[in-house]
């Protein structure tokens, strides 16, 4: 999650962005080419850790020109919290004159979504075996890492030692379910884990989804960043919803997929690249409930609901769940442009919604900082963001898929 209060040095860099400002020129581009054969979880062609070795290709709002930005710009915006997204390698993404819409679908697949929901008997079954347990036992070591930066060793190894837990839970149910790294230009992977369709719904996709990364917003590479809350808390939500999936046997008609995202703080790298992956290889995706934040709250206690670059009928089945699943209202508000994943899958034409730890984006300040530490996290609070996992992959996973 990229959010904060604007500098001065930043709203200088922001405005010239916006109305035009010449960076020095681009000194490389390297394309990055996704296979669009049956394996999409291409390797790398670039040398880990080299990410910044030229220019970035930087959007900060839906309707500003990007520019490409040296590194030392870039450090600028994060610094400020300035949203962004770095199209470098994801450019296609951005193509349609229609991406600019800040709410609804641009041009893509559009799924047909539950407008009931049937699944109450098994969802409350599953939901009884949902705990708080995992949640420490993950996140202590995984916030131990000194960070989980994803153009650093830290970040390789964090999510490979993330991988290695998922692995240890399909291993132990028996379940019939891959689990696999999506590799991008930089050393840390996406982990993909995935339930095969049953049905001949199978060619529809759902995906439920988190990013693993945390970054220090002063000393990116060397900066410790706990990121307990972002996005730890949004990893194990999910994390525990899949432990219980696995354990009920799920056997859903459409394709059911847990995605753990790489790079979100460098620009929402890893989601970007793995939605476009997905567009180049045809993959038809239902829709993207997003956990980005699950575990700190003040006043009101609700489930926040994202109300920009998602798309209407998304939010109100998140609405419904919530309501049927839950104990927690929903509330929506604005995050703005490049706050989290779900933007890469409503920016590649597809479905998606996000579910945030309250409707005060600003209300966690110790993000980004070595104040992120599991102790500040309301366990019981994120457990209802599990049900909310839960019920949305019985609900959208066994719903009959468009025709």
């Not at 929901?117 to 131990?144: C, I, M, N, Q, S």
């Not at 994120?382 to 468009?402: I, N, P, T």
Request: overall charge negative; hydrophobic content about 40%; charged content about 20%.
């Amino acid at each position: 999650m990229k959010f904060g209060i604007l500098s001065l040095a930043a709203a200088g860099l922001l405005a010239g962005v916006v109305s035009g400002f010449q960076p020095q020129q681009q000194q490389h581009h390297f394309a990055h080419h996704h296979s669009a054969s049956a394996d999409i979880r291409t390797s790398s062609d670039f040398t880990p850790g080299k990410l910044y070795d030229s220019q970035r290709l930087i959007k900060v709002s839906a309707a500003a020109k990007p520019r490409w930005l040296a590194l030392e710009d870039i450090l600028v915006l994060r610094r400020a919290g300035v949203r962004f997204m770095d199209i470098t390698d994801t450019q296609a993404l951005h193509t349609s004159s229609s991406s600019s819409s800040a709410s609804g679908l641009v041009e893509g697949y559009t799924s047909r979504l539950p407008t009931k929901l049937v699944r109450g008997e098994e969802v409350a079954a599953a939901v009884e075996g949902l705990t708080t347990k995992l949640y420490g036992d993950v996140l202590r070591p995984f916030t131990a890492f000194h960070n989980r930066y994803y153009d650093s060793e830290n970040g390789r190894k964090s999510s490979e030692w993330l991988q290695g837990q998922i692995q240890d839970l399909v291993a132990a149910s028996g379940a019939n379910v891959s689990v696999s790294a999506f590799s991008h230009r930089f050393p840390q992977s996406s982990i993909i884990a995935r339930f095969e369709g049953q049905g001949s719904d199978s060619s529809e996709t759902v995906v439920v989804s988190a990013h693993q990364d945390s970054v220090n917003q002063w000393l990116p590479w060397f900066g410790r960043a706990n990121g307990a809350d972002d996005d730890g808390s949004g990893t194990v939500t999910i994390l525990e919803a899949f432990r219980v999936l696995l354990q009920r046997g799920f056997a859903p008609r459409r394709a059911v997929e847990f995605h753990w995202y790489a790079g979100e703080e460098g620009g929402l790298l890893g989601s970007q690249d793995v939605a476009l992956a997905y567009k180049k290889a045809g993959r038809h995706v239902a829709v993207d409930l997003h956990f980005d934040m699950t575990g700190f709250w003040r006043g009101e206690q609700v489930i926040g609901l994202v109300s920009d670059h998602t798309d209407p009928e998304s939010r109100a089945l998140v609405k419904r769940l919530a309501a049927a699943y839950t104990r927690l209202a929903t509330k929506e508000f604005a995050c703005g442009y490049g706050c989290s994943d779900h933007a890469s899958w409503n920016t590649a034409g597809f479905r998606s919604a996000m579910a945030f730890e309250s409707a005060e984006l600003e209300g966690n300040t110790n993000i980004h900082s070595p104040r992120d530490t599991v102790d500040t996290l309301d366990f019981d609070h994120m457990l209802e963001f599990s049900k909310l996992a839960v019920a949305f992959a019985y609900e959208v996973g066994y719903d009959k898929a468009s025709a």
